[in-house]
């Protein structure tokens, strides 16, 4: 059940008798702010070794030092270590990725901070793990 409280702010300036000058009606909702967010990529394509693209069908869960890969009824999770920021820079274009690192297969992954592949009319976020492009939305 949400509940939600009416808050009448009163904004007073001090003045020699204290009167107040407006009054505005605000209404308060509680929000829950988590420590870590989850993000999901849904993957549609991978580059392949001919440098064309290939339907695939795959999601990729972040969440804290985990990430759940999904495909098909297969389903594997890795411990990952946060790396950072990693930038590159692309004929005067700067690239942003954070970058893990997946412990147990000594891989790096990069995901991209925004849609920079367009494939077929859509963007794509890229994720590049063990030198593979991969295009998720």
């Not at 967010?37 to 695939?56: F, M």
């Not at 590159?88 to 954070?98: A, E, H, I, P, S």
């Not at 991209?112 to 077929?120: A, F, G, Q, T, V």
């Amino acid at each position: 059940m949400r509940k939600t409280l009416l808050l009448i702010l009163v904004t007073c300036i001090i003045v020699m008798n204290f009167t107040p000058l407006m009054a505005t009606a605000i209404e308060y909702k509680p929000v829950i702010l988590s420590k870590q967010s989850s993000n999901a990529y849904y993957g549609k394509y991978t580059l392949g070794t001919d440098q064309n693209w290939y339907e695939d069908s795959f999601t990729i869960t972040i969440d804290g030092n985990q990430l759940l890969y999904k495909k098909g009824n297969s389903v594997k999770n890795f411990e990952i270590k946060n790396q950072g920021i990693y930038s590159r820079t692309d004929n005067g274009t700067v690239f942003k990725y954070q970058k893990y690192y997946l412990v147990n297969k000594n891989q790096y992954l990069l995901v991209s901070h925004r849609k920079e592949i367009k494939h077929n009319g859509v963007f794509y976020y890229r994720i590049i793990i063990d030198g593979q492009t991969q295009l998720t939305l």
